[in-house]
């Protein structure tokens, strides 16, 4: 009867092993999952297209591509982390890292990384997924955000047209977007569904922080004049100069694209990868140009999100996880990989290819933005996802509505975030 239960025990041993994410099963290839959040056709191509070459490589190494979905890649990964099915290498932002990284659910990199690839994405972009003492994700694209305008009507109005390096001030956005504006048409439309990246990122130009991290190393909430700069611009705008609509304040970007087509705004801000959809989408006949978001104290600085790519905890070959990363992001793989993406490299090699430097769709105004990106504000700050969710986005949308006003803007991200963050530093 023992001899029956052992060996019943050591079957079912041996069948879970197979069924083990990453696993080698009967001697074959080891397989590793790697999930995928590209969604732009030529983005997805390129993905499909690399992970095919590795493939045909390696054949002791094989990756499955699996497709992933921006809008709810968090709670799916906290769903496939606490149920041991995560995938092994996964795509990721950074802002979604921290409480991943301190949960222990992803693999620190730091001795798993080839010293080339270390070396060549600079350091202001490894302080995006760096925590504690460790380095729980990779980052290879960043997207500044640009300001798209319509060339025809700017150049009619004979406005000065900045570029990286004179810019327009905040000051200036103001007055000129001011001056585009009348018979119901606007110099800007702001698509703030999203409100909380857009300002705190932006504000970094002026000198904005907001999260200070004292000698405890916990971290809290200051609003400070810097801070204030890019909200107080957009509501100025909104109303008191009447240069920007209220009702584009709880859109998307792509919901301010056909009104940017028919002439109804002269600007919009936008993530630098919108370019493709503009440019697929257009009418024919349409001028469009990229500029350089708006300068303050700071200069061109902003803050930015690198999407990731990490490896969970749980993978039993984060060896050959950490191999398939590099090989994903050697300088002529990244290369496809922003092209894809419509996206800007980290690595320096990369930046420097001929292909992002080029005239054509803005390509060389962001990529002379590529020296001024810095980790966005919360890139590190645990329970930000939930300060975001409940505190911060419902006070700038009502900020930017009109219904609180400043004070009570502060007071809002002050008091009542620093007790949601209080609660994730005890």
Same mark, same amino acid.
């Given at each position: =009867?023992?001899?029956?239960?052992?060996?019943?025990?050591?079957?079912?041993?041996?069948?879970?092993?197979?069924?083990?994410?990453?696993?080698?099963?009967?001697?074959?290839?080891?397989?590793?999952?790697?999930?995928?959040?590209?969604?732009?056709?030529?983005?997805?191509?390129?993905?499909?297209?690399?992970?095919?070459?590795?493939?045909?490589?390696?054949?002791?190494?094989?990756?499955?591509?699996?497709?992933?979905?921006?809008? #709810?890649? !968090?709670?799916?990964?906290?769903?496939?982390?606490?149920?041991?099915?995560?995938?092994?290498?996964?795509?990721?932002?950074?802002?979604?890292?921290? %409480?991943?990284? +301190?949960?222990?659910?992803?693999? %620190?990199?730091?001795?798993?990384? *080839?010293?080339?690839?270390?070396?060549?994405? *600079?350091?202001?972009?490894?302080?995006?997924?760096?925590?504690?003492?460790?380095? @729980?994700?990779?980052?290879?694209?960043?997207?500044?955000?640009?300001?798209?305008?319509?060339?025809?009507?700017?150049?009619?109005?004979?406005?000065?047209?900045?570029?990286?390096? !004179?810019?327009?001030?905040?000051?200036?956005?103001?007055?000129?977007?001011?001056?585009?504006?009348?018979?119901?048409?606007?110099?800007?439309?702001?698509?703030?569904?999203?409100?909380?990246?857009?300002?705190?990122?932006?504000?970094?130009?002026?000198?904005?922080?907001?999260?200070?991290?004292?000698?405890?190393?916990?971290? #809290?909430?200051?609003?400070?004049?810097?801070?204030?700069?890019?909200?107080?611009?957009?509501?100025?705008?909104?109303?008191?100069?009447?240069?920007? *609509?209220?009702?584009?304040?709880?859109?998307?970007?792509?919901?301010?694209?056909?009104?940017?087509?028919?002439?109804?705004?002269? =600007?919009?801000?936008?993530?630098?990868?919108?370019? /493709?959809?503009?440019?697929?989408?257009?009418?024919?006949?349409?001028?469009?140009?990229?500029?350089?978001?708006?300068?303050?104290?700071?200069?061109?600085?902003?803050?930015? #999100?690198?999407?990731?790519?990490?490896?969970?905890?749980?993978?039993? !070959?984060?060896?050959?996880?950490?191999?398939?990363?590099?090989?994903?992001?050697?300088?002529?793989?990244?290369?496809?990989?922003?092209?894809?993406?419509?996206?800007?490299?980290?690595?320096?090699?990369?930046?420097? %290819?001929?292909?992002?430097?080029?005239?054509?769709?803005?390509?060389?105004?962001?990529?002379?933005?590529?020296?001024?990106?810095?980790?966005?504000?919360?890139?590190?700050?645990?329970? +930000?996802?939930?300060?975001?969710?409940?505190?911060?986005?419902?006070?700038? /949308?009502?900020? @930017?509505?009109?219904?609180?006003?400043?004070?009570?803007?502060?007071?809002?991200?002050?008091?009542?975030?620093?007790?949601?963050?209080?609660? @994730?530093?005890?």
């Amino acid at each position: =009867m023992r001899t029956r239960i052992t060996m019943a025990v050591a079957a079912l041993l041996l069948l879970l092993a197979g069924c083990s994410s990453g696993g080698r099963q009967h001697g074959g290839p080891v397989t590793l999952r790697f999930q995928s959040l590209a969604w732009q056709q030529e983005s997805v191509a390129a993905n499909k297209e690399l992970v095919r070459e590795w493939n045909a490589a390696h054949p002791d190494v094989q990756v499955e591509y699996v497709q992933g979905d921006w809008d #709810s890649v !968090h709670d799916q990964l906290l769903t496939s982390f606490e149920g041991g099915e995560a995938p092994d290498v996964i795509h990721d932002a950074s802002d979604d890292l921290a %409480d991943f990284a +301190y949960g222990g659910d992803l693999a %620190d990199l730091s001795g798993l990384l *080839p010293a080339r690839l270390k070396s060549y994405i *600079p350091a202001r972009s490894w302080r995006a997924t760096t925590f504690g003492k460790g380095v @729980y994700g990779v980052p290879f694209l960043q997207e500044p955000r640009v300001l798209i305008a319509n060339s025809a009507w700017l150049r009619t109005a004979k406005v000065r047209i900045p570029t990286p390096r !004179h810019p327009w001030s905040w000051a200036e956005f103001r007055e000129i977007t001011a001056r585009l504006s009348g018979d119901g048409k606007y110099g800007v439309a702001w698509p703030l569904k999203e409100p909380v990246s857009v300002t705190l990122n932006l504000g970094l130009s002026a000198g904005g922080t907001l999260f200070q991290r004292g000698s405890d190393g916990k971290v #809290s909430v200051r609003f400070g004049a810097g801070d204030a700069v890019v909200p107080r611009t957009v509501r100025d705008q909104i109303a008191r100069d009447r240069s920007a *609509p209220a009702s584009t304040l709880g859109s998307g970007g792509s919901d301010t694209l056909p009104g940017f087509f028919g002439g109804r705004y002269a =600007m919009v801000p936008l993530g630098f990868s919108y370019r /493709q959809q503009i440019e697929q989408q257009a009418p024919k006949g349409f001028k469009w140009e990229v500029l350089p978001a708006p300068a303050g104290a700071d200069g061109l600085t902003q803050g930015v #999100s690198p999407q990731t790519l990490s490896v969970s905890q749980d993978c039993p !070959h984060k060896k050959e996880a950490a191999q398939f990363i590099d090989f994903l992001l050697r300088p002529k793989n990244m290369v496809r990989l922003a092209l894809g993406d419509w996206m800007l490299p980290t690595g320096t090699d990369a930046l420097a %290819d001929p292909a992002l430097h080029t005239a054509d769709h803005g390509w060389a105004t962001g990529t002379a933005l590529a020296a001024h990106l810095r980790p966005a504000p919360a890139q590190s700050v645990r329970g +930000y996802p939930e300060w975001k969710d409940k505190i911060a986005t419902p006070a700038f /949308q009502e900020y @930017y509505s009109g219904a609180i006003g400043l004070a009570a803007l502060r007071e809002r991200l002050e008091q009542d975030g620093n007790l949601v963050l209080a609660r @994730y530093q005890r």
